[in-house]
C-alpha cells in the first residue's frame, strides 16, 4: 500500500494519498455534490443562485465539519472568497475596518497636491498631504468592483452583540450590490440574522443536512480509484460511520491509513481502527476533555465514583463523557438516551435523573465560560447537540 502510493524524489516523498485525500484543503479528486434535502437541486445549484439575487444576504446553516466552507470555495472560487471567522471581530471596533484590513486595504486614503511658486531666481514648492479615515465606502467598492464575497464563517462564535451589529451593517449594504454569506450552526441563537424583522425578506437561507452515510463513501471510493486500490464494501461503510457525518474525519481516515507509522499491505478493519486512533494524536481537545472531566471545583470534598460494567471506576462527569462517546455515534442525543447509555455503564447503582441533568447543567456553565474550542457540545431543550463531531471522534477513540 505505502509502495504504491508514494514515489521518493532525492531526499522528498512525494504522497500521492496526501494528493487525493485532503481534510483541511479543498478535495479537487474527492469533491462529493450532494442534493439538497429531497430536491432535485444540489447545494451548488441553490448557492449560485442565492448570489445571483441583488439585495439578499445568502445564510448558510449546518452542523460543524459538514463542508459548508468548501461548498463556498467550489461555487465562488477561492481567489474571489474573502473567508472571515466570527473571532475575527472580536478585538476589531468597526466592521469595515476589519474587513478592509483583511483584503489588504489601506483604510487611511491619502491624496497630495503640489503647489508651486515662481520666479525669476528659484523656483519652489510645497506639499499638501490631506489624511481621509476610510470607511465602508472603500471596502464595498473593493468588493463590487472585484466581485468578491465576504464568506462569514463560525458567525457563532461572535458575541451577540457583534452579531446584532454585523447584521445591521450588512443589512445596509446588500442592496448596494455587496455579496455576503453567513456561516453558522443550527443549534446556536441565530436571532441576529434569521429573526431579524429588519432583514425579512432579504435573506436566502440553505439548511445542510448531515451527511449520509453513501455520501461519505463516495469519498473513499473516489480516492481509492484514483490511487488503484480496491476495498471491501464493508470496510468503505465502516469508514463512513465512525466519520460521525463529518467529511473531514472521512479524508482525515482514509488519508492516515497510509500514513501509519508501518507497511500495510491489505487494509482491514485493525487497519481503520489503528487510523481513527492516529487521527486523533494531534486534535487539541486533551485539556478540553481534562477540564470537563474535572467538573466544578469541589471545595475539597472527593467527588463519589461508580463502578462500571467494564470494572474501572469513574465520577459522574466522566461517566457523562464515556457515555456521549459511546456506540453508536450520534451528534444529537436526547436526554432519555444518554440517561440510558449512563445506567447501562454503572454496574449495581442507580444514578437518577435529578444527578444527570444537573451534571449536564453545569457542564454546560463551564464550556459557557470557556474559549471556542471549550464549547463543543451544547445542552439545550433535554436534548445534547454536539456542535464540534472532531471532538466526538476523539473521546471515542482516545482513552480519557
Request: glycine fraction near 4%; charged fraction near 30%.
Amino acid at each position: 500500500y505505502n509502495i504504491k502510493n508514494s514515489e521518493k524524489r532525492g531526499d522528498k516523498v512525494d504522497r500521492r494519498d496526501a494528493k487525493i485525500f485532503k481534510p483541511g484543503a479543498y478535495p479537487d479528486l474527492t469533491y462529493v455534490t450532494r442534493m439538497s434535502g429531497e430536491t432535485k437541486y444540489t447545494y451548488e445549484d441553490r448557492l449560485k443562485q442565492s448570489l445571483s439575487i441583488d439585495g439578499y444576504l445568502t445564510y448558510i446553516v449546518g452542523p460543524s465539519k459538514t463542508g459548508k466552507t468548501v461548498l463556498c470555495e467550489n461555487v465562488i472560487g477561492k481567489e474571489k472568497m474573502v473567508p472571515m471567522s466570527g473571532n475575527d471581530f472580536a478585538k476589531e471596533n468597526d466592521f469595515w475596518t476589519a474587513v478592509g484590513k483583511k483584503v489588504g486595504l489601506s483604510m487611511n486614503a491619502e491624496v497630495s497636491r503640489r503647489n508651486a511658486n515662481f520666479s525669476e531666481s528659484e523656483e519652489r514648492s510645497t506639499e499638501v498631504r490631506k489624511n481621509y479615515l476610510g470607511n465602508k465606502d472603500i471596502v464595498i467598492d473593493h468588493f463590487t468592483e472585484s466581485g468578491k464575497v465576504l464568506v462569514l464563517d463560525d458567525f457563532h462564535y461572535a458575541s451577540d452583540k457583534i452579531q446584532y451589529d454585523i447584521a445591521c451593517q450588512l443589512k445596509e449594504v446588500i442592496r448596494l450590490g455587496f455579496k455576503a454569506i453567513v456561516i453558522s450552526l443550527p443549534y446556536r441563537s441565530d436571532d441576529a440574522i434569521r429573526l431579524n424583522p429588519d432583514l425579512t425578506g432579504r435573506i436566502s437561507i440553505i439548511e445542510i443536512e448531515p451527511w449520509k452515510q453513501r455520501e461519505l463513501e463516495e469519498i473513499a471510493r473516489k480516492g481509492f480509484y484514483e490511487l488503484g486500490i480496491e476495498l471491501e464494501a464493508r470496510l468503505i461503510e465502516r469508514m463512513a460511520l465512525e466519520s460521525i457525518n463529518s467529511p473531514q474525519l472521512m479524508q482525515s481516515i482514509c488519508l492516515n491509513i497510509g500514513l501509519l507509522p508501518f507497511d500495510v499491505e491489505k487494509i482491514t478493519d485493525e487497519v481503520i481502527m489503528e487510523s481513527c486512533r492516529f487521527t486523533c494524536n494531534n486534535f487539541p481537545y486533551s485539556d478540553v476533555v481534562r477540564v470537563l472531566k474535572s467538573g466544578p471545583p469541589t471545595r475539597g470534598q472527593k467527588r463519589l465514583t461508580y463502578e462500571l460494567q467494564d470494572g474501572s471506576r469513574r465520577d459522574i462527569y466522566s461517566i457523562i463523557l464515556k457515555a456521549i462517546a459511546d456506540n453508536p455515534p450520534r451528534v444529537e442525543i436526547s436526554f432519555e438516551h444518554i440517561s440510558k447509555r449512563v445506567q447501562k455503564n454503572v454496574k449495581n447503582e442507580k444514578i437518577t435523573a435529578k444527578k444527570i441533568r444537573d451534571t449536564l447543567k453545569n457542564l454546560q456553565k463551564i464550556m459557557d465560560e470557556q474559549i471556542p474550542l471549550y464549547q463543543v457540545f451544547e445542552w439545550k431543550d433535554d436534548m445534547i447537540h454536539i456542535l464540534d463531531s472532531l471532538f466526538l471522534f476523539y473521546i471515542r477513540w482516545m482513552p480519557f
